[in-house]
């Protein structure tokens, strides 16, 4: 079973910035799409940045474009998102997402994901 593993929430006030990772235990996300979602007290889950680990093809949510930035490390096997210009919306539960399949264009629905991180809190104070 594959195990996503998040790192790097916490708390930081606004216009200030932020760098979650995710990593992966089965050690390679090569054939991956992975994604971030997240999630806002009484809120649903909403998508917020995927990446083609393969194509490094990215996309973002329209709240998020311009502000945050999904990336790979390849030498650590990771995927970054980079959250800049933070607000108190962007206040949430993140969580890393990932399924192992090609593919052309990056999905935003959660049940297309397959695996999933335990989240990370991101608090963003006024």
């Known amino acids: 079973q594959e195990q996503l593993v998040e790192s790097g929430g916490g708390l930081v006030q606004a216009g200030g910035s932020l760098r979650l990772s995710c990593a992966s235990s089965?050690?390679?996300?090569?054939?991956?799409?992975v994604a971030w979602f997240r999630q806002a007290p009484g809120k649903d889950r909403e998508f917020v940045a995927g990446?083609?680990?393969?194509?490094?093809?990215?996309y973002y949510s329209d709240s998020v474009k311009g502000r945050f930035t999904i990336s790979r490390d390849t030498a650590q096997n990771t995927v970054h998102l980079q959250m800049n210009s933070l607000t108190p919306d962007d206040t949430a539960v993140y969580y890393c997402?990932?399924?192992?399949?090609?593919?052309?264009?990056?999905?935003?629905?959660?049940?297309?994901?397959?695996?999933w991180g335990q989240g990370t809190q991101v608090t963003v104070s006024s």
């Open positions: 997402a990932a399924r192992p399949v090609f593919t052309e264009s990056i999905s935003t629905a959660e049940y297309w994901y397959a695996f």
């Open positions: 089965g050690g390679t996300f090569s054939t991956y799409t």
């Open positions: 990446i083609i680990w393969a194509y490094i093809t990215t």
